[in-house]
């Protein structure tokens, strides 16, 4: 990342900004930091905000604006879990860990929650989430899910719905029955991120927009080039997720990929289209392996998501295929007016499960959430801190997570990636 004039891209969120924080000076010297944060999104947000709390004094930089990477694009649903099946982490770590890491995954939502209520952070937060099965094996696996769940993790919040319990949820026949999480729920991501922000600031924390870091040199103190400056730091987190540039951490740059993810916005639907839609305002995700995503803005908009992309190109046809799987769901909204279209990435894992770790002794990493980040960032962020702070237990447990490159080197990882996510789609179709 090089350019100096990054901006968020046009998006509903960012017509709907409630939070004052920056704009933030470039970086034109050097400074003298006990951290460096590289990326400004919510994990290097939340890192700074739990460092600068700590009594750290914390330098942050962002390549563009802060919420400029998924952070101010996604879909904003918080969720207990991973972006993997808790039985993967299961098989790599053992029982004991998995359940950990399932309990840390719960805190990451309570957290949520109590960053926006110590902090005053208008972002919309609502409670209620529905995991929807689209075909009859979804419905066993879904089920399994729960048991597992209630069994083996102590989380008996979850409630199969279907036929008319489920239609008070919603209003569609596309989804034979879906889990209910009452933990779950949904906010505005770019208002949550730029409260952290303004938080941190508030904190102490120094904030450099449009100061993208394009060098790490380890090292006793550790320093961080940007164009314009230089800090030295102590220690140094990369917390870039999918926007990366290539080169900050190149060992782990096979452990990344970026997909594109796409959003719409409608026109505020009216109270009458609400109750054929969303009445009980839940967030919902469908359980396909390329899912599509929904939920409503506080005034009333149908934010939906889904469609992928892994090179860099828009799928054809996006709008048109957004439309028509908006109203195979909801008849009612057949025609409906879209005020916003726009796009992010998702940075994923070959596991899809988040990768922690350290490079040397002073430099620290969290990214690869794999679409499922947003208030396990926020953790990650505390994870962070305490580590930073001498206490790694935590962090180390997400860190033992192995993590592989994706198969195919530098040039054939996308093509493959491309291929295997055609199969899916093909078996989402069956
Ligand atoms: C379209 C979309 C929908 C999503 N929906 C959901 C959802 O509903 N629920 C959910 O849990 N998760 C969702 N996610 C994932 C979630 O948003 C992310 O996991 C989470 O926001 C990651 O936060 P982050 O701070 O690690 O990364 P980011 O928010 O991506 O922040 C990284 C920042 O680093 C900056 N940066 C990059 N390189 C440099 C550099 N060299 N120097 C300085 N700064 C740099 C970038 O500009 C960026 O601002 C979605 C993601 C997308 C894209």
């Not at 400056?229 to 060992?251: C, F, H, K, Q």
């Not at 799987?325 to 994923?348: H, Q, T």
């Amino acid at each position: 990342m090089t350019s100096a004039a990054l901006h968020r891209p046009a998006s509903y969120y960012q017509d709907s900004i409630a939070v004052t924080a920056g704009p933030f000076p470039a970086l034109e010297e050097s400074r003298r930091a006990d951290v460096c944060i590289i990326g400004g999104g919510v994990t290097g947000c939340s890192a700074a905000l739990h460092l600068a709390e700590r009594g750290y004094s914390v330098v942050l930089l962002e390549a563009a604006e802060v919420g400029y990477g998924a952070s101010g694009r996604s879909g904003g649903q918080i969720l207990p879990g991973l972006g993997t099946d808790i039985a993967t982490v299961e098989k790599a770590l053992g029982k004991s860990r998995a359940r950990d890491i399932w309990e840390m995954s719960r805190e990451s939502v309570r957290l949520t929650a109590a960053l926006i209520e110590r902090h005053g952070i208008p972002c919309d937060l609502a409670w209620g989430y529905l995991h929807a099965a689209v075909k009859s094996r979804h419905v066993e696996e879904l089920k399994a899910f729960q048991a597992r769940l209630a069994t083996d993790y102590d989380y008996p919040a979850l409630q199969w719905l279907e036929g008319a319990s489920l239609q008070e949820h919603v209003v569609t026949n596309a989804y034979p029955g879906a889990l209910y999480d009452a933990e779950g729920g949904h906010l505005h991501p770019l208002n949550y991120t730029l409260g952290l922000a303004r938080a941190a600031q508030h904190a102490g924390v120094r904030i450099h927009e449009h100061s993208p870091a394009v060098e790490v040199h380890p090292g006793q103190p550790a320093q961080v080039a940007t164009p314009g400056g230089r800090v030295t730091a102590d220690y140094v987190i990369v917390s870039t997720n999918a926007y990366r540039g290539e080169g900050l951490l190149p060992d782990l740059d096979g452990r990344i990929m970026r997909a594109a993810n796409y959003m719409i916005a409608t026109e505020p639907l009216s109270e009458a289209q609400v109750a054929k839609v969303l009445p009980s305002n839940d967030a919902l995700s469908d359980a396909n392996f390329v899912l599509d995503y929904y939920r409503l803005s506080a005034d009333r908009r149908l934010i939906y998501g889904g469609e992928v992309s892994y090179d860099g190109r828009e799928p054809r046809q996006l709008r048109e295929r957004m439309d028509a799987k908006m109203a195979r769901l909801f008849p009612v909204l057949e025609g409906i007016g879209i005020d916003y279209r726009w796009g992010g990435d998702v940075a994923i894992t070959l596991n899809r499960a988040p990768d922690f770790g350290r490079v040397g002794s002073n430099v620290y990493y969290a990214h690869g959430y794999s679409g499922h980040g947003m208030s396990l960032a926020g953790l990650a962020g505390q994870l962070l801190a305490e580590t930073i702070s001498g206490q790694s237990e935590r962090f180390d447990i997400f860190a033992a997570m192995p993590h592989r490159s994706f198969p195919g080197g530098k040039w054939l990882r996308t093509p493959l990636l491309v291929l295997a996510t055609q199969f899916y789609k093909l078996r989402d179709r069956l």
